[in-house]
């Protein structure tokens, strides 16, 4: 299963990145989403999978009875999700102020700081 | 010029004037002290560790030719900041100026005395610097600020290249220690790297000591003020690429790629330079082309290895700094005088400024090579080293003939006409004789030059023969300066010299239109320089073009292009291909989930609708959360459904005031689909690949067995999250609040748009 997990990533990252190669820059936060959730897969797969067996101790019991799901990989995914939100919302906010103050979304025509002054091609 | 002091009330400087000119006599004065133990053939060396973890050491070697420099460089130093302190008085800068020669000149003493090659390395490159600044004086002009950049960029081109050949030189033989590696000459010629060295170190020597095809610096640098150029560009900082070679002689000369280089370099620069000197009608550039004509002849007698060729060099490299220290140094007084240099219009002030014009006398006719003055014992040793060349004697005989006699004519042009010549053409000021300060450098340099002829042995014993010992190992070799040598060839040739010389100072003003056709026939450097430079700059203006062409598209491109060639690279490289992998585990429900997820991103990135962008972004969200609660993460399955649902809810409303996705035409880009593609392919198998490897469970395991005795928590991850790794935690709460803050702002200040 971890293997068809790894091709689904590949699938994934191939999107998002072709998203994030975009002119418009909706695109590019449509990638960003696609790539955060493709490095929370691969972080979750490393740790290998186990089904059915969350990490939890059992009343009266020290430790985990039997084999349990690697919990240290879904702890930093956990991290991990919670962060990528904050930067998909800030990226969105910036992209969205970007538009009503360039009034496009297209990156190429956003050249406030370099105008297209001396450039000939 | 940069004087703007009017010689009538010549002020001095204080004693920020005088304090350079202490030091300088001081250092003459401890140099000469140690004068008689080197010239009995010892060497000194002072060494201080200074990064020895490089094995780099501050370590100091004096040896005859380092003595012979260290005594030009102080002496003649002292007497110029003595010149300079009259020259420049009441110059505003005046403390600038005096910092930055005396700066040259320990920086220099530190070059001609460093044993170690980084230690040598640091002092020459502080020589370029401040010669940077001396020539730049005057920066408040165009020309001033063009000829320091053009003398910095060459010689500091050229230090690179000697920096390279330097840590070559060093790695090849063991050790920085020059003493050292000139000490197994026999292996450094025979080491595989001695072209290489040799090359780079030579790009150094050329560069600094103004050799074809990197000439055209040194009369540019003339920019400077007048006692600069004498101190810098004739003296010292000019020989200092003659020094190194000098100093590499015993350890690399001998080869015939040593012999070529410098002896067709050198003899080229001579015959060249002499012949552009007679054009130039101001004195300082003339005077500027016959320094680097004796850089030439210098350059030329160090591509031999002959005792004779080793004594010539030793004893004209002191006449010509004596010489040509105090004709700069007497060409300064006229232009401070007379406020002008051209040979055309200076005459007569022989009578107003006698002193000056028997200095400049004096200093000419050893120029010229007349006995009894140094200068011809000086000439005769020329003659004779360049007849014991091996090959082709008499064709550089002849060079150096005519390169001789071309700087007879210049040393009348310089020292004779300006005094006694009748012009009749009104000088741009009164001129007047130069107060004693001014006096002082040209006349003591001059009356050496004369003394050192009468008394040969003076010099012998002292400089010429501890150098020579210096360059060859044995003091034997070193042949007897003297006056009279017998009716012998070089006699002969001194005489033709004369009569060519006479030929030449009388005929070189109808000479002068023919020297300038063949000059403007002849490729010009100095502008080649001009657009090489230009060039240089459309160069890079090019490339910022292509690299920085401010489109994020290319911007990411690059990116993940980098990305793909690192880790496909690494992977190729190092052979670490995944085996095929199983997927005999495979159920029914992970092949639709996975189905689900790969739809929803690739009709995400294929569709220009966004409601059908936002829905499928949705599906791959939900797919993910699906994973983490079939693969046994309830926690993250819950805070992926959270945080996907606030994605989808949050693209919406933005698409509410966002126009449609594809209002530019369709959006099909084939070249960054092969790159997708490409990189989605290699992170698949770079994780294939990480898969096949043993996991390391022992942190799993500590949090498991830790997780309920310590910190009394039955769930492992949250227990890892608020208990174990709670500052990360509390990290994380961080960024968010930021990232809302930021936000905020953002959204706040949202207003119609004023400025397109």
New interface residues.
Partial sequence: ????????????????????????V??F??GL??IS??A???I????????????????G????VGD?????P??L???A??????????A??????A?????T????D??I??P?T???? | MNDTATATQPKGNGLVGLIPVGIALLLFGWFLSLAPAVAEGQSLRLVWDWVPSLGIAMSFLLDGLSLTFALLISGIGALVLLYSNTYLAGHPQFARFALFLTSFMLAMLGLVLADNLIGLFVFWELTTITSYLLIGFGHDTAKGRRSALQALFVTGAGALALLAGFILLGFSMGSFELSEILAQADALKAHEMYLPILILILAGTFTKSAQFPFHFWLPNAMAAPTPVSAFLHSATMVKAGVYLMARMHPGMAGTDVWFWTLTIAGAFTAVFASILALRQTDLKQALAYTTLMALGTLTLFLGQTSGYAMTAFATFLVVHSLYKASLFLVVGCIDHSTGTREADVLGGLGRVMPVTAFAAGLAALSMAGFPPFLGFIGKELKYAGILAIGSEPFLFAAALLLANALMFAIAGIVALRPFWQRTGIALPRKPHEAPWTMLAGPVILAILGALFGVYPDLLQTSLVDPTVKSLLGSIEDSKELKLWAGVNMPLIMSIATVALGITLYLAHKRLRPALGRLVDASPQFDKGWDKFLLGLKRFAAWQTRIIQPGILRRYIFATFATVLVAIGGTMIARQAMPTLPDLSDVTFQNIALVVLISAGAILTALTSSRIAAMAALGVVGIGVAMIFIVFSAPDVAITQLLVETLVVVLVAVALLRLPVLDENGRDHRPLDAILAGAIGLSVTLVLLAVLETPLDLRLTEYFEVTSWPEAFGRNIVNVILVDFRALDTFGEIAVVVIAALSAYALLRTTHPRKDP
């Fill in positions: 299963m971890e293997a068809l997990l790894a091709i689904t990533i590949g699938v994934l990252v191939a999107t998002s990145v072709y998203l994030m190669l975009a002119r418009n909706l695109r936060i449509f989403v696609l959730n493709a929370n897969l691969i979750f797969v490393s740790g290998r999978l186990t089904a059915g067996a969350p990490p939890l101790i059992p009343e019991a020290d430790g985990p349990v799901a690697n919990a240290l879904q702890a995914v956990l991290t999700i919670v962060i990528g939100f904050g930067l998909f919302a800030f969105l906010v910036l992209m969205f102020r538009y009503t103050t360039l009034g979304l297209y990156s190429d956003m050249r700081a370099e297209r001396e450039d000939t091609t």
